[in-house]
């Protein structure tokens, strides 16, 4: 900002004011730009994580980052994690050509990835019949409960079979594009590496904003693999808060039988 102010002749408040003001607008156009994919979208999308693999219908990855900011919001230590720093939470859902297909950010660091993801409208939506057909699925890690459509690995407690680690690590190998999608967001939006603001409102615009500039750098392949930054990555291992479903012991338990 200090840098803007002084080529512009402007102080560093006008400055600080236009970058809200211009991230408020690149946020409202979030829903035309970050979109959930229609059957059609989803088929392609499950064919292209599928590969040569067994995984067949994978229409999603899910993951969370931390968004450090500079201090805690209205001295609030909800927001200091699990490494001591504060920071918020950013969920994304992410294609196979790492383009994000639902964002919800906002809540403190220190709530579990499980616990944002249970009150995110992305649950409550696919709880009650919406986005995925019978046959699809997202995958994440093991921060996130099993359920029909959300497949997460095999708990390593030394006594899996071999068709069961082998299932691990294909799992791990597609949720690949989720860490490289968080990494091109880091890497290519540094601000990201920690927010000078506020206000929560305000931080909130900004990441959603940041957001919707890396699907606009994503679709036209705009140098997307010089940004990458594995570095900032939170590497926070978690293990699920919640009750697995049976219907996500099954629908796991089949896909690696197919495997």
Same mark, same amino acid.
């Given at each position: 900002m200090r840098? +803007?102010?002084?080529?512009?002749?402007?102080?560093?408040?006008?400055?600080?004011?236009?970058i809200h003001k211009v991230a408020a607008t690149i946020s409202t156009r979030r829903h035309? +730009?970050?979109?959930?994919?229609?059957?059609?979208?989803?088929?392609?999308?499950?064919?292209?994580?599928?590969?040569?693999?067994?995984?067949r !219908?994978?229409?999603?990855?899910?993951?969370?980052t931390h968004i450090r900011i500079v201090n805690i919001l209205n001295g609030q230590p909800d927001y200091i994690n699990r490494k001591s720093y504060?920071?918020?939470q950013l969920q994304l859902v992410v294609d196979d050509m790492m383009l994000i297909t639902d964002a919800y950010v906002g809540w403190p660091g220190s709530v579990h990835d499980a616990r944002v993801f249970r009150n995110s409208p992305l649950y409550?939506? +696919?709880?009650? !019949?919406?986005?995925?057909?019978?046959?699809?699925?997202?995958?994440?890690?093991t921060a996130y409960p099993l359920r029909s459509w959300l497949v997460t690995p095999f708990k390593d407690n030394g006594h899996l079979s071999q068709q069961q680690r082998r299932f691990n690590r294909m799992l791990s190998g597609k949720r690949q594009v989720v860490e490289r999608a968080i990494g091109h967001?880091?890497?290519?939006?540094?601000?990201?590496r920690?927010?000078?603001?506020?206000?929560?409102?305000?931080?909130?615009?900004f990441i959603?904003?940041?957001?919707?500039?890396?699907?606009?750098?994503v679709l036209p392949d705009d140098d997307v693999s010089s940004f990458i930054n594995f570095d900032d990555q939170d590497d926070m291992e978690l293990e699920n808060i919640f009750a697995d479903a049976t219907g996500g012991h099954v629908r796991r338990n089949a896909l690696v039988a197919q495997c």
């Open positions: 840098g +803007v102010s002084h080529m512009f002749g402007l102080s560093k408040s006008t400055v600080h004011s236009c035309s +730009v970050i979109r959930w994919p229609d059957q059609t979208r989803q088929a392609h999308i499950a064919e292209g994580f599928a590969g040569e693999s067994c995984l !219908g994978i229409v999603g990855v899910i993951d969370g504060p920071s918020v409550h939506d +696919v709880e009650d !019949g919406h986005k995925l057909a019978e046959h699809q699925y997202l995958i994440g890690d967001l880091k890497g290519r939006f540094r601000r990201l920690e927010l000078m603001f506020h206000d929560i409102s305000q931080i909130c615009q959603m904003a940041t957001c919707v500039m890396h699907n606009l750098c």
